[in-house]
């Protein structure tokens, strides 16, 4: 086994991200990084402009299901936190047989949050809806989206696994490629589905989820191809498996913050959209398209955070920690600049943006509104989500953690039932709480990464 992971190991020549230009380190691993997240969102988006030819109602189902769909996904990513830091340490140390072994037991850990997940979503997605109170045409919509939808959060937790063990060993490439060809799948197939073109049945919002599956399942076979089969840089081997429980134990404590800040991200977002509820289907409508904008815009920041993540994860371990502090800052620098060019797009082009979605005058009015009011926020985005992703690289996941929920639960959710009623902002009360708990979040960010208590985590 050692031989084989020698030989591997040579022959994806891989690049020390502990060495050279940081600026340059930082844009080869993180643009392929930021493709994959933006063809995520592709997929996302495209369902969503597909299903926006289907009318208000079912717009708004597919944006309830999605705050679900989202809830695990941001679950999962949280949970690889530990798998990602770990893998990433043990790579910068010189200590790949270490980093393989990780491997295999986090995909202990997919497994057994991918079928909890999967049961949870095919068995009770009515339940989990109707916890909206929203119309019933409207849970029906979500609820027949959610089932299907749920039985890929299998595959998807396979790999999202995969993927990130590839980018935590210097390796983002790979699952790019992945990404490219599922997602493109995805974009071709899903009208086929959802209006019955050819010899497909019209299956509504379900033949956008089914969508989803098929690529779910082809990205799971992919990337334990990919990673099992020795084209990357990491080749863990079944061959004399074994339970390692305090290898699991400690990634899962390394990740669970993460999972915990993604579950209750994610119900701050059911509790915001009971809060929108009450202003109508229309505001549902516009909210969950400005959330759909949001994936897609926020992905380049994403992608150079979890690059970023990687290089400081590899950086300590190799015992550099002023270099991964640098790092650090020029991607939250890079990333700032990115989010600013979007604010400035948002402001002058809402109408043109909305209107992909759909063309209904009053929606595409509420939602050039919300969306206008969001690029204040996405002016000031780019140092938390940067930042955030550094310090929970590094390990340190219980900062990030403490700064969603102060920020969710304290600031946001407070502010977004109380700003329309003391305020003569009515519904755009509530986006401009959510401008409020960015700016707080990112100014959060910044002052903990400039203490420096990440850089002596120990892990």
């Known amino acids: 086994m050692q031989k084989a992971e020698r030989t591997a190991e040579r022959a994806a020549a891989p690049r020390d991200w502990t060495r050279g230009s940081i600026i340059g380190n930082l844009l080869s ?245 009971w809060i929108m509820v009450p202003f109508g289907t229309l505001a549902v409508a516009g909210h969950s398209l400005i959330q759909r904008v949001e994936q897609v815009i926020s992905m380049p920041g994403w992608g150079l955070g979890v690059g970023a993540s990687v290089i400081v994860g590899q950086n300590l371990g190799a015992r550099q920690p002023e270099r991964a502090e640098r790092s650090g800052w020029l991607a939250a620098g890079m990333a700032q600049v990115f989010m600013l060019v979007c604010a400035l797009a948002a402001l002058l082009g809402a109408e043109y943006i909305i209107r992909i979605f759909n063309s209904d005058p009053a929606l595409v009015k509420l939602g050039a509104s919300f969306l206008r009011i969001a690029a204040a926020g996405y002016a000031i985005m780019g140092f938390g989500t940067v930042l955030s992703h550094c310090i929970s690289g590094s390990g340190d996941t219980i900062p990030t953690l403490v700064v969603s929920i102060v920020t969710m639960w304290v600031i946001l959710l407070p502010l977004a039932w109380a700003l329309p009623k003391v305020t003569n902002l009515d519904v755009y009360g509530v986006r401009w709480a959510i401008v409020i708990n960015i700016a707080v979040g990112a100014a959060a960010y910044v002052t903990y990464f400039r203490l420096g208590r990440w850089k002596k985590k120990r892990i």
């Open 29 to 273: 691993l993180s643009w392929p990084m930021m493709i994959s997240g933006s063809l995520w969102t592709v997929g996302q988006t495209t369902d969503m402009v597909w299903v926006g030819r289907l009318g208000a109602v079912s717009i708004a189902g597919v944006g309830v299901a999605g705050i679900v769909v989202l809830m695990v996904l941001s679950a999962k990513l949280g949970l690889t936190v530990g798998a990602r830091a770990m893998v990433s340490r043990m790579v910068g140390a010189g200590n790949i047989a270490g980093a393989n072994h990780a491997a295999r037991q986090a995909y202990v850990i997919s497994l057994a949050y991918g079928l909890i997940v999967t049961a949870l979503g095919v068995l009770f997605p009515e339940r989990i809806i109707g916890l909206f109170g929203l119309q019933p045409d409207v849970v029906r919509e979500g609820s027949s989206y959610l089932r299907v939808a749920a039985i890929g959060w299998t595959p998807l937790s396979f790999s999202l696994m995969s993927m990130a063990i590839m980018q935590a060993s210097g390796d983002s490439v790979a699952p790019m490629k992945i990404s490219l060809a599922f997602r493109l799948s995805q974009v071709a197939l899903c009208p086929f589905f959802v209006f019955g073109w050819w010899v497909f049945p019209r299956l509504g919002v379900t033949g956008a989820a089914l969508s989803q599956v098929i690529t779910e399942i082809g990205g799971m076979l992919t990337g334990l191809w990919i990673l099992f089969g020795g084209h990357t840089r990491l080749h863990p081997s079944l061959r004399g498996f074994r339970l390692d429980p305090n290898m699991i134990w400690r990634m899962v404590k390394i990740g669970l913050p993460g999972l915990v800040m993604g579950v209750e991200r994610n119900l701050g977002s059911m509790v915001l959209m």
